[in-house]
């Protein structure tokens, strides 16, 4: 956020009395990354405004916590910072959204009780968000209420892309939207392929909304704002610095419906999205790659010691997961049907006696198939309707199309 301030200066209107919420809230995720866990706890239980004052006066029990506050503060007021944000976020065509507004996305609050194994700082920090900065017009709640996540890795093979497009595809065609992170490789293809269908599509950033990350996508992010929604935890300005992604992962894991591994290495980000979107209790959903791929290593680990993830081939299988129990049918995939399919077990059992050249009379079948010479003549009569065997004389044969 090195330029904030880099433009022009002019007396800035004091915000609104409604606006203290907001303020407090983008001066708290300055002062300490989103989900940390004593500020969202502050929050929830003194409000945002008396937890900045907490913080800015060092009232808090958690040490690191405290020395961050404290050294930011020092160089910059966090009031002041929140009021330019604003201002700026407004001047940018991007708005805040908070809990007490309409269009809060209510899924993302599971992450209050998200509990993860291991010591490391971003498996503690997951608690919900304080906010969002979102660019786009549609509703950030009710575009998020119908939606899948699709994540992977950025080295992605042509499998890989084909298998992303096959699944963000459908799902755009049945009004679901797509969620993913906006990197190269799997997510850029999700998020292509959703716009392709006409659908909405959402990108979760690691960095403010107005300087989207990678640069490459630049064209991407433009099309997603003009039809779907950007949207990121960290203010105007924010770098997408390399730690942020983690942080970023937990909403992808939380705010949608379900989420899909296409492609991943044994240690990935997307890996991570996985083990948060498992704890959740959420819909896993993992695509098997060829054995001999590095980028299907970590897909084929997730499904072989996770039994509550679930292998999905299609769009038909992603929505069978997340729909509503009955509201989608995968069907079961079978080969070609044949005539002889739908045989009782006497007529096939006669029909895999006939000799696959040449002919055989009834006599000889009766006694080849170990059944009756009435009950075989009865179901000759039914095979030669089919076509499945055809008269010769005094004799029997296989049917033309039936060899």
Same mark, same amino acid.
């Given at each position: 956020?090195?330029?904030?301030?880099?433009?022009?200066? #002019?007396?800035?209107?004091?915000?609104?009395?409604?606006?203290?919420? #907001?303020?407090?809230r983008?001066?708290?995720?300055?002062?300490?990354?989103p989900?940390? &866990?004593?500020?969202?706890?502050?929050?929830e239980?003194?409000?945002? !405004?008396?937890?900045?004052?907490r913080?800015?006066?060092?009232d808090?029990p958690?040490k690191?916590?405290?020395?961050?506050?404290?050294?930011?503060?020092a160089?910059?007021?966090?009031?002041?910072l929140?009021?330019?944000?604003?201002?700026?976020?407004? &001047?940018l065509? $991007?708005?805040?959204?908070?809990?007490?507004?309409?269009e809060?996305?209510?899924r993302?609050?599971?992450?209050?009780?998200?509990?993860?194994?291991?010591?490391?700082r /971003?498996?503690?920090d997951?608690?919900?968000?304080?906010?969002?900065w979102?660019?786009g017009?549609?509703?950030l709640? %009710?575009?998020?209420?119908r939606?899948?996540?699709?994540?992977?890795?950025?080295?992605?093979? +042509?499998?890989?892309?084909?298998?992303t497009?096959? /699944?963000?595809?459908?799902? $755009?065609?049945?009004?679901?939207?797509?969620?993913?992170?906006?990197?190269?490789? /799997?997510d850029? $293809?999700?998020?292509?392929?959703a716009?392709?269908?006409?659908? *909405?599509?959402? @990108?979760?950033?690691?960095?403010?909304?107005? #300087?989207?990350?990678?640069?490459?996508?630049? @064209?991407m992010?433009?099309? /997603?704002?003009q039809?779907?929604l950007?949207i +990121?935890?960290?203010?105007?300005?924010s %770098?997408?610095?390399k730690?942020?992604?983690?942080?970023?992962?937990?909403?992808?894991?939380?705010?949608t419906?379900?989420t899909?591994?296409?492609?991943a290495?044994? &240690?990935?980000?997307?890996i991570q999205?996985?083990? &948060?979107?498992?704890?959740?209790?959420?819909?896993?959903?993992v695509?098997?790659?060829?054995?001999?791929?590095?980028?299907?290593?970590?897909c084929?680990?997730?499904?072989?010691?996770?039994p509550?993830?679930t292998?999905?081939?299609?769009?038909?299988d992603?929505?069978? @997961?997340?729909g509503q129990?009955? !509201?989608?049918?995968?069907?079961?995939?079978?080969?070609?049907?044949?005539?002889?399919?739908?045989?009782? %077990?006497?007529?096939?059992?006669i029909?895999? +006696?006939?000799?696959?050249?040449?002919?055989?009379?009834?006599e000889?079948?009766?006694?080849?198939?170990?059944?009756?010479?009435?009950l075989?003549?009865?179901?000759? +009569?039914?095979?030669?309707?089919?076509?499945?065997?055809?008269?010769?004389?005094t004799?029997?044969?296989?049917? *033309?199309?039936?060899?």
């Amino acid at each position: 956020m090195d330029d904030l301030f880099s433009s022009p200066t #002019r007396p800035l209107p004091i915000p609104a009395a409604g606006d203290g919420d #907001r303020a407090a809230r983008v001066a708290l995720t300055w002062l300490a990354e989103p989900g940390n &866990r004593t500020v969202w706890s502050l929050v929830e239980q003194d409000g945002a !405004e008396t937890a900045l004052a907490r913080v800015l006066r060092g009232d808090v029990p958690d040490k690191a916590l405290r020395a961050a506050a404290i050294a930011k503060a020092a160089n910059l007021d966090p009031r002041r910072l929140a009021e330019v944000t604003l201002r700026r976020a407004e &001047r940018l065509g $991007a708005r805040i959204v908070v809990p007490s507004d309409d269009e809060w996305p209510e899924r993302v609050g599971a992450l209050a009780t998200l509990t993860l194994e291991g010591n490391q700082r /971003i498996n503690h920090d997951v608690r919900p968000p304080l906010c969002f900065w979102v660019r786009g017009d549609w509703p950030l709640g %009710e575009t998020l209420e119908r939606s899948v996540a699709v994540v992977g890795a950025r080295a992605a093979s +042509s499998y890989g892309i084909h298998a992303t497009n096959e /699944i963000a595809y459908g799902l $755009a065609e049945q009004n679901w939207t797509v969620v993913s992170g906006g990197a190269f490789g /799997i997510d850029a $293809a999700a998020h292509r392929a959703a716009l392709a269908a006409g659908g *909405r599509t959402v @990108a979760v950033l690691a960095c403010g909304v107005d #300087r989207p990350y990678p640069m490459g996508n630049t @064209a991407m992010f433009e099309q /997603i704002a003009q039809t779907g929604l950007l949207i +990121s935890e960290w203010p105007p300005g924010s %770098e997408p610095h390399k730690h942020r992604f983690l942080i970023r992962n937990r909403v992808i894991a939380a705010a949608t419906a379900g989420t899909v591994l296409v492609e991943a290495a044994a &240690r990935s980000g997307a890996i991570q999205t996985m083990g &948060r979107v498992l704890a959740l209790g959420r819909p896993a959903m993992v695509v098997p790659g060829p054995i001999t791929s590095a980028m299907s290593v970590g897909c084929h680990e997730l499904l072989r010691s996770r039994p509550d993830a679930t292998l999905v081939t299609g769009p038909a299988d992603v929505l069978e @997961a997340v729909g509503q129990v009955g !509201e989608y049918q995968a069907d079961v995939p079978r080969g070609p049907e044949h005539r002889r399919d739908n045989l009782d %077990e006497e007529s096939a059992l006669i029909l895999e +006696s006939v000799p696959r050249r040449g002919t055989i009379t009834p006599e000889d079948l009766a006694a080849r198939a170990g059944l009756s010479l009435r009950l075989v003549l009865r179901r000759l +009569s039914l095979l030669e309707l089919t076509g499945l065997i055809e008269r010769r004389g005094t004799g029997v044969a296989l049917g *033309r199309r039936n060899r």
